[in-house]
C-alpha cells in the first residue's frame, strides 16, 4: 500500500498531439488495452460499439472520444484525460485534438503536461499541425518529446519508410530548438511496439512506447532558480495580514528580506503560516502554496511578486513576446488586450508585429500587418503600468503569459526581453557626487550668439507612423542651418536604435561618441554637411579623402561607424568638424586611445586650424599634450580644482 500511495502522488503528465487522423486516440486507447487499464467492461462495450456501426474492426479511438459528435465525425474536440499505470508508475495522459479549429484545446492540454509524444503518420509523414503541434510545444518550453511513427502495418513495416519520416520529422523539430528524444515505429491497431514489441519489426532494437513512457524524467522543483512568489491574495485576521501564494521558483525561510515588484517595497518575513497550523515550518520551497506575514505593514496586493533583494524580477512597460494566436479576429497594431502570468494581470496596447512566422517552412515575414488565427507570431506589447517580468528562459513559471479578448483566451506565449533594459535600474537614485554649477554666458548672450533660443523636439508616436523618417528629413533640412539643434529621435521598436541625433553647425564636436549615421559609409558621414547644403563636388570629396588619409584613416573610408574603434571616431570626428568650417571646435579627449606619433599629427591639425582664427576648445588629462600645445601656440591652460575652474600655473 505504501508504494501505491506514493506513485500515485507522483502521477506523469504526458501529452499526445499530432496532426488530424494520424492515429493519437487509437493509440491511447491500444495503450490503455495493453497495460490493463481498461474499466471493467469497457473493451465489452467498445466491441457492442463497432458491431453497431458494422465492422468487426475495433476502433480503439472510440475508448476516448466520448462525445457522440466525434464518433459521428471520427475527430477529437476536447482535451481528454484518462489515467493508467505501468509497472514503474501512475500517467495523466492528455489527449489533445488534431484539428486546427481545436487548436486551443491543444494548447490548455500542453499546457499542463510534463513531456509530449507526437505522433506521425508512416503513410503521410510530417503535415501542417505535425509542425504547428511542434512548434507550440517548443513555446510551451516542452523539452521531454517522444516521436510515434504510427500506421506502419500501412507501409508493410517498412524500415526504409521509417527512416525517411523519422529524418524529416527529426529535421524539423531541430530547426526549431526540439530535440526528439526517442523515435519508435508503431501499429496503434495492431499493437506493435506499444507495451510489447511483436514480431512485425524486427528490425528495430529500440524501446517499445511504454519503455519510452517510463524513461520520461520528472520536471525536479526549481528551487534552484530565483525566489518568485506572486500573491495571490492578501488575507486579514485581527490585526495579522498574511500573503498567500505558491512558490513557483526558489524558496523562502523565516527572517528573509523580501523585496516586492513592482512597487520596490521591502520587508522582512516574520513568520510561515501552513494550514493546518504548522509552528516548527521556517521555509517554504518551489510548489508549495503558503502565507507569510511581514515585520512592516507596506502595501502588497495580488499580482505583486515577491523575491529576494538580491535577483528580483526585472520592471518594464514594454515587452516581446513569441506568441501562437487563436482568436478569429486577428491581432493588429494598436489593439487592446489582457494579459495574465502567474498573478499578473495587465492591459496592454499591441506596439508592434515584429514578425510572422510561417510554422510550415518557418519562414518569416517582417512586413506583416496583423496575426491570424493559429499563427505564430514575435509582437512587442506596451502597458500603462510598470509590470514585473521575467524572461521565459529565466524562469519558465513566470516567463509564459495568456493572452484574453474581453473574456476569452485569444493567445499566449512565452516573454522574451531581448533588446530591452531592465527599467527598475534607471528608477534607482542616481549618484550624489552630481551638482549643477553656474555657465559663464547667461541664456540671453547665448540666445543673442546663436540668433535663436534652445528647443527639444520628441517625435512619438505607434510604430510605422513615420516619425523615423520625418525626423531624418529635419535632420537633412537642419544640419546645414545656422546654429545648434538637437533632435530626440525614439523609435518604438527599440529605443536608441537611431539615437539621439545631435546636429552642430558653429560649434564642432570631436570625441569618440560624435553623432554619426551608422547607415552611411565613413566618407559619405564626413561629407555629410557638404551634401545636405549642395556643396559637394568631387574637389571637395577628394580633399576629404586626403583628410581622412592624413588622419590615417584612408583604409577606412567604405567602413560603417560601428565598426570604427574609439580612437578612429575621434579622428573622423575632427575630420567632420574641419569640413564644417565652425568657429570654435570642442574636443573631449581627443589623444584617447592614440599612440604618440597619431596625437601629434591630430595636434598639428588643431594648430593649423587656430592659427586660421578658429577658436579651439580641448580637454584632456593628457599632459604631454598640454606641454606641445603650448610649445607651439599661445594656449591658455585652464584647470579645474574644488569644482573650480582656474588658470593653471607655468608649472604645467
Same mark, same amino acid.
Given at each position: 500500500?505504501?508504494?501505491?500511495?506514493? &506513485?500515485?502522488?507522483?502521477?506523469?503528465?504526458?501529452?499526445?498531439?499530432?496532426?488530424?487522423?494520424?492515429? =493519437?486516440?487509437?493509440?491511447?486507447?491500444?495503450?490503455?488495452?495493453?497495460?490493463? +487499464?481498461?474499466?471493467?467492461?469497457?473493451?465489452?462495450?467498445?466491441?457492442?460499439?463497432?458491431?453497431?456501426?458494422?465492422?468487426?474492426?475495433?476502433?480503439?479511438?472510440?475508448?476516448?472520444?466520448?462525445?457522440?459528435?466525434?464518433?459521428?465525425?471520427?475527430?477529437?474536440?476536447?482535451?481528454?484525460q484518462i489515467w493508467f499505470s505501468t509497472q514503474e508508475?501512475?500517467?495523466?495522459?492528455?489527449?489533445?485534438?488534431?484539428?486546427?479549429?481545436?487548436?486551443?484545446?491543444?494548447? +490548455?492540454?500542453?499546457?499542463?503536461?510534463?513531456?509530449?509524444?507526437?505522433?506521425?503518420?508512416?503513410?503521410?509523414?510530417?503535415?501542417?499541425?505535425?509542425?504547428?503541434?511542434?512548434?507550440?510545444?517548443?513555446?510551451?518550453?516542452?523539452?521531454?518529446?517522444?516521436?510515434?511513427?504510427?500506421?506502419?502495418?500501412?507501409?508493410?513495416?517498412?524500415?526504409?519508410?521509417?527512416?525517411?519520416?523519422?529524418?524529416?520529422?527529426?529535421?524539423?523539430?531541430?530547426?526549431?530548438?526540439?530535440?526528439?528524444?526517442?523515435?519508435?515505429?508503431? *501499429?496503434?491497431?495492431?499493437?506493435?511496439?506499444?507495451?510489447?514489441?511483436?514480431?512485425?519489426?524486427?528490425?528495430?532494437?529500440?524501446?517499445?512506447?511504454?519503455?519510452?513512457?517510463?524513461?520520461?524524467?520528472?520536471?525536479?522543483?526549481?528551487?534552484?532558480?530565483?525566489?518568485?512568489?506572486?500573491?495571490?491574495?492578501?488575507?486579514?485576521?485581527?490585526?495579522?495580514?498574511?500573503?498567500?501564494?505558491?512558490?513557483?521558483?526558489?524558496?523562502?525561510?523565516?527572517?528573509?528580506?523580501?523585496?516586492?515588484?513592482?512597487?520596490?517595497?521591502?520587508?522582512?518575513?516574520?513568520?510561515?503560516?501552513?494550514?493546518?497550523?504548522?509552528?516548527?515550518?521556517?521555509?517554504?520551497?518551489?510548489?508549495?502554496?503558503?502565507?507569510?506575514?511581514?515585520?512592516?505593514?507596506?502595501?502588497?496586493?495580488?499580482?505583486?511578486?515577491?523575491?529576494?533583494?538580491?535577483?528580483?524580477?526585472? #520592471?518594464?512597460?514594454?515587452?516581446?513576446?513569441?506568441?501562437?494566436?487563436?482568436?478569429?479576429?486577428?491581432?493588429?497594431?494598436?489593439?487592446?488586450?489582457?494579459?495574465?502570468?502567474?498573478?499578473?494581470?495587465?492591459?496592454?496596447?499591441?506596439?508592434?508585429?515584429?514578425?510572422?512566422?510561417?510554422?510550415?517552412? #518557418?519562414?518569416?515575414?517582417?512586413?506583416?500587418?496583423?496575426?491570424?488565427k493559429n499563427a505564430v507570431a514575435e509582437v512587442t506589447?506596451?502597458?500603462?503600468?510598470?509590470?514585473?517580468?521575467?524572461?521565459?528562459?529565466?524562469?519558465?513559471?513566470?516567463?509564459?503569459?495568456?493572452?484574453?479578448?474581453?473574456?476569452?483566451?485569444?493567445?499566449?506565449?512565452?516573454?522574451?526581453?531581448?533588446?530591452?533594459?531592465?527599467?527598475?535600474?534607471?528608477?534607482?537614485?542616481?549618484?550624489?557626487?552630481?551638482?549643477?554649477?553656474?555657465?559663464?554666458?547667461?541664456?540671453?548672450?547665448?540666445?543673442?550668439? =546663436?540668433?535663436?533660443?534652445?528647443?527639444?523636439?520628441?517625435?512619438?508616436?505607434?510604430?510605422?507612423?513615420?516619425? *523615423?523618417?520625418?525626423?531624418?528629413?529635419?535632420?537633412?533640412?537642419?544640419?546645414?542651418?545656422?546654429?545648434?539643434?538637437?533632435?530626440?529621435?525614439?523609435?518604438?521598436?527599440?529605443?536608441?536604435?537611431?539615437? &539621439?541625433?545631435?546636429?552642430?553647425?558653429?560649434?564642432?564636436?570631436?570625441?569618440?561618441?560624435?553623432?554619426?549615421?551608422?547607415?552611411?559609409?565613413?566618407?559619405?558621414?564626413?561629407?555629410?554637411?557638404?551634401?545636405?547644403?549642395?556643396?559637394?563636388?568631387?574637389?571637395?570629396?577628394?580633399?576629404?579623402?586626403?583628410?581622412?588619409?592624413?588622419?590615417?584613416?584612408?583604409?577606412?573610408?567604405?567602413?560603417?561607424?560601428?565598426?570604427?574603434?574609439?580612437?578612429?571616431?575621434?579622428?573622423?570626428?575632427?575630420?567632420?568638424?574641419?569640413?564644417?568650417?565652425?568657429?570654435?571646435?570642442?574636443?573631449?579627449?581627443?589623444?584617447?586611445?592614440?599612440?604618440?606619433?597619431?596625437?601629434?599629427?591630430?595636434?598639428?591639425?588643431?594648430?593649423?586650424?587656430?592659427?586660421?582664427?578658429?577658436?579651439?576648445?580641448?580637454?584632456?588629462?593628457?599632459?604631454?599634450?598640454?606641454?606641445?600645445?603650448?610649445?607651439?601656440?599661445?594656449?591658455?591652460? #585652464?584647470?579645474?580644482?574644488?569644482?573650480?575652474?582656474? #588658470?593653471?600655473?607655468?608649472?604645467?
Amino acid at each position: 500500500m505504501t508504494e501505491i500511495t506514493e &506513485v500515485n502522488h507522483n502521477q506523469f503528465r504526458v501529452v499526445i498531439v499530432g496532426h488530424v487522423d494520424h492515429g =493519437k486516440s487509437t493509440l491511447i486507447g491500444r495503450l490503455l488495452y495493453d497495460t490493463k +487499464s481498461l474499466p471493467d467492461g469497457k473493451y465489452e462495450e467498445l466491441v457492442q460499439i463497432c458491431k453497431s456501426r458494422g465492422t468487426d474492426a475495433l476502433e480503439w479511438s472510440f475508448v476516448l472520444d466520448a462525445f457522440q459528435a466525434e464518433r459521428d465525425q471520427a475527430i477529437t474536440i476536447d482535451t481528454t484525460q484518462i489515467w493508467f499505470s505501468t509497472q514503474e508508475r501512475d500517467y495523466v495522459i492528455i489527449d489533445a485534438p488534431g484539428h486546427r479549429e481545436f487548436l486551443k484545446n491543444m494548447v +490548455s492540454g500542453a499546457a499542463a503536461a510534463d513531456a509530449a509524444i507526437l505522433v506521425v503518420d508512416a503513410t503521410e509523414g510530417v503535415r501542417e499541425q505535425t509542425k504547428r503541434h511542434a512548434y507550440l510545444l517548443s513555446l510551451l518550453g516542452l523539452r521531454q518529446v517522444g516521436v510515434v511513427i504510427n500506421k506502419m502495418d500501412m507501409v508493410g513495416h517498412s524500415s526504409e519508410t521509417y527512416a525517411k519520416v523519422s529524418k524529416e520529422v527529426d529535421d524539423y523539430l531541430q530547426s526549431i530548438g526540439l530535440s526528439a528524444n526517442y523515435i519508435v515505429p508503431i *501499429s496503434a491497431r495492431e499493437g506493435d511496439m506499444i507495451s510489447s514489441r511483436g514480431d512485425a519489426m524486427p528490425w528495430y532494437k529500440g524501446k517499445t512506447l511504454v519503455d519510452v513512457l517510463d524513461a520520461f524524467e520528472y520536471d525536479s522543483p526549481p528551487l534552484s532558480r530565483a525566489l518568485r512568489f506572486p500573491i495571490q491574495d492578501v488575507y486579514r485576521f485581527g490585526e495579522e495580514r498574511i500573503l498567500v501564494g505558491r512558490v513557483e521558483s526558489g524558496s523562502l525561510s523565516k527572517g528573509d528580506k523580501i523585496l516586492f515588484s513592482p512597487t520596490n517595497e521591502e520587508a522582512v518575513i516574520t513568520n510561515i503560516k501552513t494550514w493546518p497550523t504548522d509552528s516548527s515550518k521556517v521555509t517554504a520551497g518551489a510548489g508549495e502554496v503558503t502565507g507569510i506575514t511581514l515585520d512592516e505593514r507596506i502595501f502588497v496586493e495580488r499580482g505583486h511578486i515577491g523575491s529576494h533583494t538580491t535577483n528580483p524580477p526585472m #520592471l518594464s512597460n514594454v515587452f516581446r513576446a513569441n506568441i501562437f494566436w487563436l482568436a478569429a479576429k486577428p491581432l493588429k497594431v494598436g489593439n487592446t488586450y489582457k494579459v495574465r502570468y502567474a498573478t499578473v494581470e495587465a492591459t496592454v496596447t499591441v506596439q508592434s508585429i515584429d514578425l510572422v512566422i510561417d510554422t510550415d517552412d #518557418l519562414g518569416q515575414n517582417e512586413k506583416a500587418g496583423e496575426v491570424g488565427k493559429n499563427a505564430v507570431a514575435e509582437v512587442t506589447f506596451r502597458s500603462q503600468d510598470m509590470l514585473p517580468i521575467d524572461p521565459y528562459t529565466d524562469n519558465q513559471k513566470t516567463g509564459r503569459l495568456v493572452i484574453y479578448e474581453d473574456y476569452d483566451i485569444a493567445g499566449g506565449g512565452a516573454i522574451n526581453m531581448e533588446g530591452y533594459p531592465d527599467q527598475r535600474l534607471t528608477s534607482q537614485p542616481k549618484s550624489e557626487n552630481i551638482y549643477m554649477v553656474d555657465t559663464l554666458v547667461s541664456d540671453e548672450t547665448r540666445i543673442e550668439l =546663436k540668433g535663436h533660443a534652445g528647443g527639444i523636439f520628441w517625435f512619438t508616436g505607434l510604430s510605422g507612423a513615420g516619425k *523615423s523618417t520625418l525626423l531624418k528629413l529635419c535632420y537633412m533640412e537642419l544640419l546645414a542651418t545656422k546654429g545648434t539643434v538637437t533632435l530626440f529621435g525614439r523609435p518604438a521598436r527599440d529605443i536608441g536604435r537611431d539615437g &539621439v541625433a545631435m546636429v552642430r553647425r558653429r560649434v564642432g564636436i570631436v570625441h569618440q561618441d560624435c553623432q554619426f549615421l551608422d547607415h552611411l559609409p565613413l566618407l559619405e558621414n564626413v561629407a555629410l554637411p557638404l551634401t545636405v547644403s549642395g556643396q559637394s563636388t568631387e574637389a571637395h570629396m577628394e580633399e576629404m579623402r586626403e583628410l581622412l588619409g592624413w588622419v590615417g584613416l584612408a583604409s577606412k573610408l567604405r567602413a560603417l561607424p560601428p565598426e570604427l574603434s574609439g580612437g578612429e571616431r575621434q579622428r573622423a570626428a575632427l575630420a567632420r568638424a574641419v569640413v564644417m568650417s565652425p568657429d570654435v571646435i570642442l574636443a573631449d579627449e581627443p589623444t584617447g586611445n592614440l599612440d604618440w606619433e597619431m596625437s601629434l599629427r591630430l595636434l598639428t591639425l588643431l594648430v593649423e586650424l587656430n592659427r586660421m582664427g578658429k577658436a579651439i576648445l580641448v580637454a584632456t588629462h593628457d599632459l604631454n599634450l598640454i606641454r606641445q600645445a603650448k610649445s607651439q601656440v599661445a594656449a591658455r591652460v #585652464l584647470r579645474i580644482k574644488d569644482r573650480r575652474l582656474q #588658470l593653471a600655473g607655468a608649472d604645467l
